[in-house]
């Protein structure tokens, strides 16, 4: 039997993206029209993607919105929002002839709403600023998305938001009350700490643009930067802020709704949070020596340098200070590692996140006491509870498709042109959503030399990891399409996220 969607509930979620997603470029054209630029490529874009939004939405009958959006539908639409957001962010790069050629514009659209930020610009700073603008937003707006999405948007149709937020995987343990309250908390917390970075970066001596833009790209952990020299030529100060701004947004943010409600207990209970600082901690202090002891650096700049570049990497932002390739090689070769870490499984972070880590170190701890007790029971517990087999099962398949996709890609990337070394840290850092990569896009480069192919695979593998890989490649499966039993038109597939037992809701 065929499965057949609910293209009327499906096209009304995309319409209202689409129309909110306008909104975000007509504010683009005012900021364009006080920096008395052109404002025609935010004004032609914002209609165009308003026009669209409302065609979407028209066909749609009384009935359909009232139609629940199951599981089924979930996975699709969630893709397709992403798919769409990024082919409409691509036009003011296009229109403006910023980026005229059509991939790199899609390429630097799907960097930027997947909070990747890597980009095929070789001069950044010779863009329109309302431009550049534009493209730091795009960070915000994937930051937040999901967010708008599952917690408002979707409650106002009554739609269950729980399935399609596990999708994004922003916020994974699970909270009681109810859900509308609770997206307006973490869309104010969201806010709070973006103005909170704002403050402080204008006290640094930054200017408020360039504030209001570093301040999108770090706490959606995205990376864009409106100078070419990144976070290089601004003073240890701003960069000390950025790197705590940025190990902020690499948190569950349900923490910080613990924090407004006062229940600290349940953060200091968090392992993965403990888990997440230590690994941050100990690669920096690694790092920190290498540094100190092979490049004639002060202390302070070691750790400096260091500090940055981890936690730049692990919360998968992709700010640099410094050429990270210029360090002792095991230096480099361990921060190229921390590409698969991930911030938490709660944050705005990519790649295969802390929490799976913490699972699969839990395996490894187990296998070993098995070995010297074959009949003990040991469960694995998270945060002070048992850990599902099949939340266990799920966070190991995961991590293994995770490396079976990076190695594929990886090939291909090599088959289109690239050289292994660029190959190996494209994907790596595509996947994870972090940015900068290993050999000719490395920190101080781009990835403007890559072939159409090559920017065309890379951007699908952006899309995947930010989507966690599941909510895409399920589209591409015969059970997706054919359900097993006919008239049930709902899909069940294994849990989107390891920590299944102790989710919130479930993200770049």
């Known amino acids: 039997m065929r499965r057949y969607l609910n293209l009327g509930v499906i096209g009304r979620v995309l319409g209202i993206n689409l129309t909110l997603l306008s909104a975000a470029l007509l504010i683009?054209?005012?900021?364009?029209?006080?920096?008395?630029?052109?404002?025609?490529?935010?004004?032609?874009?914002?209609?165009?993607?308003?026009?669209?939004?409302?065609?979407?939405?028209?066909?749609?009958?009384?009935?359909?919105?009232?139609?629940?959006?199951?599981?089924?539908?979930?996975?699709?639409?969630?893709?397709?929002?992403?798919?769409?957001?990024?082919?409409?962010?691509?036009?003011?790069?296009?229109?403006?002839?910023?980026?005229?050629?059509?991939?790199?514009?899609?390429?630097?659209?799907?960097?930027?709403?997947?909070?990747?930020?890597?980009?095929?610009?070789?001069?950044?700073?010779?863009?329109?600023?309302?431009?550049?603008?534009?493209?730091?937003?795009?960070?915000?707006?994937?930051?937040?998305?999901?967010?708008?999405?599952?917690?408002?948007?979707?409650?106002?149709?009554?739609?269950?938001?729980?399935?399609?937020?596990?999708?994004?995987?922003?916020?994974?343990?699970?909270?009681?009350?109810?859900?509308r309250s609770i997206g307006f908390t973490l869309l104010m917390i969201y806010m709070a700490l973006t103005l909170l970075e704002i403050g402080f970066l204008l006290a640094g001596g930054m200017g408020l643009y360039?504030?209001?833009?570093?301040?999108?790209?770090?706490?959606?952990?995205?990376?864009?930067?409106?100078?070419?020299?990144?976070?290089?030529?601004?003073?240890?100060?701003?960069?000390?802020?950025?790197?705590?701004?940025?190990?902020?947004?690499?948190?569950?943010?349900?923490?910080?709704?613990?924090?407004?409600?006062?229940?600290?207990?349940?953060?200091?209970?968090?392992?993965?949070?403990?888990?997440?600082?230590?690994?941050?901690?100990?690669?920096?202090a690694?790092?920190?020596?290498?540094?100190?002891?092979?490049?004639?650096?002060?202390?302070?700049?070691?750790?400096?340098?260091?500090?940055?570049?981890?936690?730049?990497?692990?919360?998968?932002t992709g700010f640099a200070t410094a050429d990270y390739l210029l360090w002792p090689t095991y230096g480099w070769i361990l921060l190229f590692m921390a590409m698969f870490l991930g911030g938490s499984t709660g944050s705005t972070s990519g790649s295969i996140k802390m929490a799976r880590h913490l699972i699969l170190w839990k395996n490894f701890r187990n296998i070993f006491r098995r070995m010297l007790h074959p009949t003990a029971v040991l469960p694995i517990r998270i945060n002070n509870r048992h850990l599902s087999e099949d939340a266990n099962q799920a966070a190991i398949t995961f991590i293994a498709l995770y490396l079976i996709v990076f190695v594929i890609g990886s090939f291909l990337l090599t088959v289109t042109g690239a050289d292994p070394v660029t190959s190996v840290g494209s994907v790596a850092t595509c996947m994870a959503g972090i940015g900068p990569g290993l050999g000719t896009t490395g920190p101080v480069s781009n990835f403007a030399h890559l072939s159409d192919a090559g920017k065309i695979l890379l951007s699908a593998l952006m899309l995947l990891g930010r989507l966690e890989i599941y909510t895409v490649l399920i589209l591409f499966t015969r059970s997706y399409w054919t359900p097993r039993h006919a008239g049930k038109n709902e899909f069940a597939p294994p849990p989107l996220i390891s920590p299944e037992s102790i989710r919130y809701h479930g993200n770049k």
């Not at 149709?157 to 596990?166: A, E, R, S």
């Not at 392992?271 to 100990?282: C, D, P, S, T």
């Open 28 to 179: 683009c054209a005012g900021v364009a029209l006080l920096m008395h630029e052109d404002t025609v490529p935010f004004l032609v874009s914002g209609l165009i993607t308003f026009f669209t939004g409302l065609l979407m939405l028209s066909p749609v009958r009384e009935g359909g919105r009232r139609a629940d959006l199951n599981r089924t539908d979930a996975y699709f639409t969630v893709t397709v929002s992403w798919v769409l957001m990024s082919c409409a962010g691509a036009l003011p790069y296009l229109l403006s002839g910023s980026i005229p050629n059509v991939v790199d514009a899609l390429f630097e659209s799907v960097s930027g709403f997947s909070t990747t930020g890597a980009s095929i610009l070789t001069d950044i700073e010779a863009l329109p600023r309302s431009i550049l603008f534009w493209r730091s937003l795009t960070h915000w707006i994937g930051g937040i998305g999901i967010i708008i999405l599952v917690i408002i948007v979707m409650p106002s149709f009554k739609i269950g938001g729980y399935h399609l937020f596990t999708m994004e995987s922003s916020l994974q343990q699970k909270i009681r009350p109810k859900t």
């Open 210 to 284: 360039e504030s209001v833009c570093h301040s999108f790209g770090t706490v959606a952990t995205g990376g864009f930067s409106p100078k070419n020299t990144s976070i290089a030529g601004y003073s240890p100060y701003i960069q000390y802020v950025i790197a705590i701004f940025m190990l902020l947004a690499g948190v569950n943010f349900s923490l910080y709704f613990y924090l407004v409600r006062r229940e600290v207990s349940k953060i200091r209970e968090n392992q993965e949070f403990r888990f997440y600082l230590g690994m941050v901690g100990a690669i920096t």
């Open 286 to 316: 690694i790092i920190t020596v290498a540094i100190f002891i092979n490049m004639n650096k002060s202390l302070e700049e070691s750790f400096r340098e260091a500090f940055f570049q981890v936690v730049s990497i692990i919360t998968c």
